[in-house]
């Protein structure tokens, strides 16, 4: 344990799902879901946007289902149970993958994926259907965007009504970074939406960098949502093809939007600190700004909190490995000379544990 140096806490999506809040991709995809074909799908007997067209093959107003469905899931068997008198289709290569990949593994990175896309069509030597092609996944990811914000708006409503995290001194660690123990200053680096950590009193407004943006404040602080990695070997090319629309949504661009990554910069310049994580992943989406904190040398350590979950497994392991891949090949030494061991009570508490 150290004391006196300044601490960076940086708070992702787990934090919020600790709470019990529906704010993992898959809660998104289920409420989008539901809300077109419940609400707007049964009005008209037709829906169809940039992601998702529903069609009712015949003139009436019959139902297929009698009860509010909860996931998309749900309503894909209701649409494949009646093929001859509802269709459904994807016009979005993209998003037809997102729901493949929530099927198969239950979970998606929609991140990672607009990359992977927009790498795949990059890489078309018809420079003409590779522009197109690139407009119409842009064009997708901002209609996402669009409903991934008034999704977080509906969240934001719940947060008052759900309880604080508890965190005795006695069996949690995470209380040094909310009761501000053993550090001259600290700041939280919110990568969520939400505002989870001002409207349940964990920090004060000063004290939190939203460096991805606010839900609740779209004017002053928009969303950033896109990838991160440019450190991918196709990413030069990209960048080297001098055509903007490819960049569209890579989020160093995001970030000049706003003052939050100097902010972020100028406090770790500052000082030495320690950098805690909780309920971040560390994934390759946010590979540039991890990196440039972890391999900071201001960074003396980093501590991870973990998730351990009902079955007694947690995903400590998990989160090294991600962490590994932000140290250059040349710094692994450093980056385990950084990564503190296990410790049994740096555990995320939860409010539920099914998410």
Same mark, same amino acid.
Request: glycine fraction near 4%; charge should be neutral.
């Given at each position: 344990? !150290?004391?006196?140096?300044?601490? =960076?806490?940086?708070?992702?999506?787990?934090?919020?799902?600790?709470?019990? =809040? *529906?704010?993992?991709? *898959?809660?998104?995809?289920?409420?989008? #879901?539901?809300?077109?074909?419940?609400?707007? #799908?049964?009005?008209?007997?037709?829906?169809?946007?940039?992601?998702?067209?529903?069609?009712?093959? #015949?003139?009436?107003?019959?139902?297929?289902?009698?009860?509010?469905?909860?996931?998309?899931?749900?309503?894909?068997?209701?649409?494949?149970?009646?093929?001859?008198?509802?269709?459904?289709?994807?016009?979005?290569?993209?998003?037809?993958?997102?729901?493949?990949?929530?099927?198969?593994?239950?979970?998606?990175?929609?991140?990672?994926?607009?990359? @992977?896309?927009?790498?795949?069509?990059?890489?078309?030597?018809?420079?003409?259907?590779?522009?197109?092609?690139?407009?119409?996944?842009?064009?997708?990811? &901002?209609?996402?965007?669009?409903?991934?914000?008034?999704?977080?708006?509906?969240?934001?409503?719940?947060? !008052?009504?759900?309880?604080?995290?508890?965190?005795?001194?006695?069996?949690?660690?995470?209380?040094?970074?909310?009761?501000?123990?053993?550090?001259?200053?600290?700041?939280?680096?919110?990568? &969520?939406?939400?505002?989870?950590?001002?409207?349940?009193?964990?920090?004060? *407004? &000063?004290?939190?960098? @939203?460096?991805?943006?606010?839900?609740?404040?779209?004017?002053?602080?928009?969303?950033?949502?896109?990838?991160?990695?440019?450190?991918?070997?196709?990413?030069?090319?990209?960048?080297?093809?001098?055509?903007?629309?490819?960049?569209?949504?890579?989020?160093?661009?995001?970030? #000049?939007?706003?003052?939050?990554?100097?902010?972020?910069?100028?406090?770790?310049?500052?000082?030495?600190?320690?950098?805690?994580?909780?309920?971040?992943?560390?994934?390759?989406?946010?590979?540039? =700004?991890?990196?440039?904190?972890?391999?900071?040398?201001?960074?003396? &350590?980093?501590?991870?909190?973990?998730?351990?979950?009902?079955?007694?497994?947690?995903?400590?392991?998990?989160?090294?490995?991600?962490?590994?891949?932000?140290?250059?090949?040349?710094?692994?030494?450093?980056? !385990?000379?950084?990564?503190?061991? *296990?410790?049994?009570?740096?555990?995320?508490?939860?409010?539920?544990?099914?998410?």
């Amino acid at each position: 344990m !150290r004391t006196n140096t300044n601490r =960076l806490v940086l708070i992702g999506n787990g934090f919020d799902l600790a709470h019990g =809040l *529906k704010t993992s991709y *898959k809660d998104f995809i289920n409420w989008y #879901f539901c809300k077109i074909a419940q609400a707007e #799908f049964r009005k008209e007997n037709i829906y169809q946007d940039s992601l998702l067209e529903l069609r009712q093959n #015949f003139t009436g107003s019959i139902y297929f289902w009698d009860k509010e469905l909860v996931s998309f899931g749900e309503i894909l068997q209701v649409f494949n149970t009646n093929k001859r008198h509802l269709s459904i289709a994807f016009p979005s290569q993209f998003f037809e993958r997102i729901i493949s990949s929530l099927i198969a593994n239950k979970w998606v990175d929609i991140e990672r994926y607009f990359f @992977h896309y927009l790498k795949t069509y990059f890489s078309n030597p018809n420079v003409y259907k590779k522009e197109k092609e690139v407009a119409k996944l842009n064009k997708e990811f &901002n209609f996402l965007i669009t409903l991934l914000s008034k999704y977080i708006q509906e969240v934001n409503t719940e947060i !008052r009504k759900v309880p604080k995290l508890k965190f005795p001194k006695s069996e949690y660690n995470i209380v040094r970074a909310f009761e501000k123990l053993d550090a001259s200053e600290v700041r939280f680096l919110n990568f &969520n939406y939400t505002e989870t950590l001002l409207e349940k009193g964990y920090a004060n *407004k &000063n004290d939190i960098i @939203h460096i991805h943006g606010r839900a609740a404040d779209i004017e002053n602080n928009p969303i950033i949502f896109g990838y991160g990695d440019e450190t991918d070997p196709v990413y030069q090319s990209i960048e080297d093809s001098g055509e903007n629309i490819y960049l569209e949504h890579i989020k160093s661009f995001g970030y #000049f939007q706003t003052g939050n990554y100097h902010e972020l910069i100028s406090y770790i310049d500052s000082a030495p600190f320690e950098t805690f994580i909780i309920g971040h992943s560390c994934g390759l989406s946010d590979r540039v =700004l991890l990196s440039e904190i972890f391999e900071h040398p201001n960074c003396v &350590n980093i501590e991870i909190f973990y998730h351990k979950r009902e079955d007694g497994y947690d995903n400590f392991k998990e989160i090294t490995q991600e962490i590994s891949r932000h140290f250059r090949p040349q710094n692994k030494n450093l980056m !385990r000379r950084k990564v503190g061991d *296990k410790n049994l009570k740096n555990i995320i508490p939860q409010n539920s544990q099914k998410h």
